[in-house]
T-cell receptor
Framework: DTGVSQDPRHKITKRGQNVTFRCDPI?????LYWYRQTLGQGPEFLTY????????KSRLLSDRFSAERPKGSFSTLEIQRTEQGDSAMYLC??????????FGSGTRLTVV | QKEVEQDPGPLSVPEGAIVSLNCTYS??????FMWYRQYSRKGPELLMY????GNKEDGRFTAQVDKSSKYISLFIRDSQPSDSATYLC???????????????FGQGTILTVHP
């Protein structure tokens, strides 16, 4: 068990480009969450999977954002046509049968 | 108004001090209450978890939940320089009688413990 792994750690992209982030959860965890965190703020919920089913999406998740979790294992978060306001830390967390999440170290996105 | 409000700090205390961190919330459906610690450039790490009202102690850390006042606290005794971090409260309503579902976080309090 190596914890929750996120890739890449840092991404710099030009406005208008598409980006994709990957999250590998703890292997036995069936729940996977995506959050976004900006400087000086707490994480904000984006979306949540139980196995491969996407059970909840935040209003923050505009049409430019899409998340998938094929086969209930790793997950990807794609942002299309990035905007400067998308610059943030994107955090993935996984959870098993018990309470509490295990977070990854996040992917820091900078849109220039 | 945000669902969860956290004292913004920052807090700076001498080593050995007792630290008190607090959050208030407005959503009566919240039943699961957590405190996370976040070091710079890292993801949040779960420190304490409490279900419903009451106190929970783990070493130097004590979490308190008062649902009647919609108020939660984290106390750190004998604070150490290694406790310097951002502390986040988080809470959730659960889903289908479980602790699943999203968490709503406070904005975080930056704590510095100086030797």
């Amino acid at each position: 068990d190596t914890g929750v792994s996120q890739d890449p750690r840092h991404k710099i992209t030009k406005r208008g480009q598409n980006v994709t982030f990957r999250c590998d959860p703890i292997s036995e965890h069936n729940r996977l969450y995506w959050y976004r965190q900006t400087l000086g703020q707490g994480p904000e919920f984006l979306t949540y999977f139980q196995n491969e089913a996407q059970l909840e999406k935040s209003r923050l998740l505009s049409d430019r954002f899409s998340a998938e979790r094929p086969k209930g294992s790793f997950s990807t978060l794609e942002i299309q046509r990035t905007e400067q306001g998308d610059s943030a830390m994107y955090l993935c967390a996984s959870a098993g049968a018990n309470y509490g999440y295990t977070f990854g170290s996040g992917t820091r996105l900078t849109v220039v | 108004q945000k669902e969860v409000e956290q004292d913004p700090g920052p807090l700076s205390v001498p080593e050995g001090a007792i630290v008190s961190l607090n959050c208030t919330y407005s959503n009566s459906a919240f039943q699961y209450f957590m405190w996370y610690r976040q070091y710079s450039r890292k993801g949040p790490e779960l420190l304490m978890y409490t279900y419903s009202s009451g106190n929970k102690e783990d070493g130097r850390f004590t979490a308190q939940v008062d649902k009647s006042s919609k108020y939660i606290s984290l106390f750190i005794r004998d604070s150490q320089p290694s406790d310097s971090a951002t502390y986040l409260c988080a809470m959730g309503a659960g889903a289908g009688g479980t602790s699943y579902g999203k968490l709503t976080f406070g904005q975080g309090t930056i704590l510095t413990v100086h030797p």
